[in-house]
């Protein structure tokens, strides 16, 4: 079993900073995003472990520190560099000295350290392979593989790409596209588009599992990074949040064009996905482009943006999305509320 001191502890937060720290030998190490959306770490000692007395190890970067871990010898940080993490080692006086090389393809996931075997469990994952449970040697830094899965789906003949659409304003959107091995971009493949852009979650390489077949029969899969999520850290997420919610629906429909423009598919061959949030963005997409898509799956939405406070636990989305009893609130959610723009002999997709 992991000691207990391996696992991060929240120790603060308010609306908008958060801290959680984990404690190594006579020190405290804090990742916090207080005047740093990007995340720094911090360091303290027990005999003064006060905010205030917290001295900056790893300043904040362009990239996103995601996480990091304190081993006998060395501090790992874990950065999320366009929607791909990389590991760095540091000395522990915080002077970073290498990336990391990974033992395969994939993406590291996460991590947890392990106290008494002074060993950092790493979890990497890959669109082609389920995921893999590795050991890091917390001395040496040696990687070995614990675990992994022998699915029956054949990947063999599928492959990802990561690309960048241009933004209204300029902004560059990241997206995985996953299709077989030679497709030609004719404008005739089934294309299906996903996205989410809210709740400062954003997008990773998956395993694609069952999406396998629909890939191994020609069809695309793309996974779109629209603001709302964390793809570039909080700055991305306030982006798509409030009265700027409408830049998410904005960068989707950015990202359908896009697709459509380069061939990788047509309107009439697209079709759209989400849930939860994502099912707003779905409502979104089919009152305000519906030209855009063949076919919708709308999971789980919110569509009544004026009334979605009085579901539920929905009340406590209120900082994500605005309050709909205040003037201004109301005004910005009734312009995009799917509910409340469905236009009267305009045909929607299929849904």
Same mark, same amino acid.
């Given at each position: 079993?992991?000691?207990?001191s391996?696992?991060?502890?929240?120790?603060?937060?308010?609306?908008?900073?958060?801290a959680?720290?984990?404690?190594?030998?006579?020190?405290?190490?804090?990742?916090?995003?207080?005047?740093?959306?990007?995340?720094?770490?911090?360091?303290?000692?027990?005999?003064?472990?006060?905010?205030?007395?917290?001295q900056?190890?790893?300043?904040?970067q362009?990239?996103?520190?995601?996480?990091?871990?304190?081993t006998?010898?060395?501090l790992l940080?874990?950065?999320?560099?366009d929607?791909?993490?990389r590991v760095?080692?540091?000395?522990?006086?915080?002077k970073?000295?290498?990336e990391?090389?990974?033992?395969d393809?994939?993406n590291?996931?996460g991590?947890?350290?392990?106290?008494?075997?002074?060993?950092?469990?790493?979890?990497?994952?890959?669109f082609?392979?389920?995921?893999?449970?590795?050991?890091v040697?917390?001395?040496d830094?040696?990687w070995?593989?614990?675990?992994?899965?022998?699915? %029956?789906?054949d990947?063999?003949n599928?492959?990802?790409e990561?690309?960048?659409v241009?933004?209204q304003?300029g902004?560059?959107?990241?997206?995985?596209?996953?299709?077989?091995?030679g497709?030609?971009?004719?404008?005739?493949?089934?294309?299906l588009?996903?996205?989410?852009?809210?709740?400062?979650?954003?997008?990773a %390489?998956?395993?694609?599992?069952?999406l396998?077949?629909f890939?191994?029969?020609?069809?695309?899969?793309?996974?779109a990074?629209?603001?709302?999520?964390?793809?570039y850290?909080?700055?991305?997420?306030?982006?798509?949040?409030?009265?700027?919610?409408q830049?998410?629906?904005d960068?989707?429909?950015?990202?359908?064009?896009?697709l459509?423009?380069?061939?990788?598919?047509?309107?009439?061959?697209?079709?759209?996905?989400?849930?939860?949030?994502?099912?707003?963005?779905?409502?979104?997409m089919?009152?305000?482009?519906?030209?855009l898509?063949a076919a919708?799956?709308?999971?789980?939405?919110?569509?009544?943006?004026?009334?979605?406070?009085?579901?539920?636990?929905?009340r406590?989305?209120?900082?994500?999305?605005?309050?709909?009893?205040?003037a201004?609130?109301?005004?910005?959610?009734?312009?995009?509320? %799917?509910?409340?723009?469905?236009?009267?002999?305009?045909n929607?997709?299929?849904?």
């Amino acid at each position: 079993p992991l000691a207990s001191s391996a696992t991060p502890q929240t120790i603060w937060s308010s609306t908008k900073s958060r801290a959680n720290a984990v404690f190594r030998k006579d020190r405290l190490y804090v990742r916090s995003n207080d005047g740093a959306p990007n995340w720094k770490l911090m360091v303290a000692s027990y005999d003064k472990p006060q905010s205030r007395d917290w001295q900056v190890l790893v300043p904040e970067q362009e990239t996103v520190l995601e996480d990091f871990d304190v081993t006998s010898e060395w501090l790992l940080t874990i950065d999320k560099k366009d929607v791909l993490n990389r590991v760095f080692v540091h000395d522990l006086a915080g002077k970073r000295l290498r990336e990391m090389t990974l033992p395969d393809l994939g993406n590291v996931a996460g991590t947890r350290y392990d106290v008494d075997a002074d060993r950092v469990y790493a979890t990497l994952v890959s669109f082609t392979a389920p995921s893999r449970l590795y050991a890091v040697d917390g001395r040496d830094l040696v990687w070995s593989l614990l675990w992994q899965d022998d699915p %029956p789906l054949d990947t063999a003949n599928i492959v990802a790409e990561r690309v960048f659409v241009p933004a209204q304003d300029g902004s560059r959107i990241p997206a995985f596209v996953l299709a077989r091995k030679g497709f030609e971009r004719d404008g005739h493949n089934p294309l299906l588009l996903s996205g989410y852009g809210g709740f400062n979650l954003g997008i990773a %390489p998956f395993y694609v599992g069952t999406l396998a077949s629909f890939i191994n029969r020609g069809g695309i899969y793309v996974d779109a990074g629209i603001r709302g999520g964390d793809e570039y850290g909080e700055r991305w997420h306030e982006q798509g949040m409030l009265a700027r919610k409408q830049t998410s629906f904005d960068d989707f429909t950015a990202v359908a064009e896009w697709l459509i423009a380069q061939r990788y598919t047509s309107p009439s061959r697209l079709a759209i996905q989400g849930g939860s949030n994502g099912g707003l963005l779905v409502g979104a997409m089919l009152t305000q482009r519906p030209d855009l898509f063949a076919a919708a799956l709308c999971a789980v939405p919110l569509l009544d943006m004026v009334r979605y406070h009085k579901l539920l636990i929905a009340r406590y989305w209120i900082p994500e999305y605005g309050d709909p009893g205040q003037a201004d609130g109301f005004r910005t959610l009734l312009r995009y509320s %799917p509910y409340h723009n469905v236009r009267q002999g305009v045909n929607m997709p299929l849904t």
